[in-house]
Each structure stands twice: as C-alpha cells, then as structure tokens.
C-alpha cells in the first residue's frame, strides 16, 4: 500500500477495534472531555498515529507504508519508509524502532 487515507484508517481501525455503528454511522463520543468508553481513547491514539502517517505521505510522496503486510512480529521489516532530503532514507519497522539508512540498505531491508 503506498497511500493511507484518513477517512479508510479511521474506518478500519473502529471495524478492527469492535466500536458500535448506528444507522448514521459510527457512534461518537458524547458528554465531557473525559472518555466513557476506553476504546475510544485507544481510538484517539491510533488515530493520531495515522494523523501523522498522513503527514508523512503527505510532505513526502515517496513514503511506502507497509501496514498490510508488517505486524509487530515482523521486528525487522520495514513499516515505513520516506527518502530525506539527503538522499537517505528514515525507515520505521515493524517493532516501531528506526533508522536512517542507504539507499542500499533499503534494497537489502525490503529484499527480506
């Protein structure tokens, strides 16, 4: 997948999280600033976490993220990954640690 779209993740992540829909759609939070359900507060961090993705892709157009096919077991394999201005790559993998990498190292982290 190169591309993550706000409104698809948001969907998918309440899907994967088991939140309630209504006929209007999903059931959002009401009342005060304080989460009544849990799961909407987990909500709100993955869906920050997306926010970001979608920055990323959005300031660099090359960025690959490979949420598809990379869990956290996949420690070493590459989640994202956009090219730096230097023509370095900044890789994050499937265990959520990072690096800045070659060109050629990119090519042996995605031949794995």
Do not use: H
Request: glycine residues 10%; proline residues 5%; neutral net charge.
């Amino acid at each position: 997948m190169k591309y993550v779209y706000g409104d698809e993740q948001g969907e998918a992540l309440r899907t994967l999280m088991g939140m309630p829909r209504n006929a209007q759609g999903w059931v959002k939070p009401t009342g005060d600033i304080k989460w009544r359900d849990p799961k909407d507060g987990e909500f709100a961090y993955g869906s920050y976490g997306f926010s970001w993705l979608n920055t990323i892709q959005r300031d660099y157009p090359d960025c690959v993220y490979n949420g598809k096919t990379v869990t956290p077991k996949d420690a070493t394999k590459v989640l994202v990954r956009w090219q730096l201005d230097d023509g370095d790559y900044r890789v994050i993998f499937g265990d959520l640690s990072s690096a800045t990498v070659s060109p050629s190292r990119l090519r042996e982290l995605e031949a794995r």
